[in-house]
């Protein structure tokens, strides 16, 4: 069994475990306004970490409506978080961050069957480039593939119903960069976007998006650009009083229907202590010990 694998049942097991018992207690939370869902690719490419395969990405939308939450568009969270216009009970927003190819081949279709909106934040820097992300370069290096999206593709996405907004230029984590590179990375892509979009780029996702991957000043910087809202990878629900800077996001995997269940409900929200500081570097030990770990 591949260490990705034994990385992914470790994964779902705690995810059910700590869903169960605040289910069964009770400790759910309240004012839950918005969940926001994150999704990277979705194709079926054997041996590919990061994936949702396109049956399970369609058997978790059709769930999404089972369970009668209610799909919004990026507006909607905007007038939320901007005009403090109510969004309706269980509010979702779905996510994709990177700008792979296959969720104009694949993630566009799905969701056109249902109806649903969605976002994709881009790294300008891959548009039209054959090079592999960062993340990406071992996979590629074993013939595994994801390609990114074209500048011309992003009024195809559109058109299915799919928004384009920020994810930065390069894939570096803003932590990473020096200040005037952070701030040129945040700006200069949101430009870019806007000046091939024709209308304001109002989202930025940060890279990677845990609390050690962004830091206060990068908060000050999104704002000065002129971004509206900004989405971390730190897992959770949001509220009415959640920094529109700062809105967390569930990393979605290949769960069972239950751990999807149990995720959309917030019974698994005491997972976001692998999305502090400390939590980042212990998972960075543990990626490592499994041979897991990714630029």
Known sequence: MRAERVKQLLKNGVYRTIGETAAAIGANGTNRTLRVLMYHKVNDLPENPLTMPVSVFDEQMDQVRELGYVVVDLEAVLDHYVRDTPLPPKAVLITFDDGYHDNLDNA???????????????????????????????????????????????????????RIESHGISHRPLADLELDEAAREIALSKLRLEERLGRPVRAFSYVKGSEAHYKAVHLSLVRQAGYDVAFTAVSGSNSPTTDPLQLRRYNIEPYSPRTFELVLAGACDLISVKDTVTGTHARRLFNAALGTSTK
Do not use: C, M, S
Request: aromatic share 10%.
């Open 108 to 162: 566009a279709t799905v969701l056109k069957k249902y109806g649903y909106p969605a976002v994709l934040f881009v790294p300008i820097g891959y548009l039209d480039d054959r090079q592999p992300l960062p993340h990406e370069e071992r996979l590629a290096a074993q013939g595994i593939l994801n390609r990114t999206i074209d500048w011309d593709e992003l009024v195809d996405l559109e058109r299915a119903g799919i």
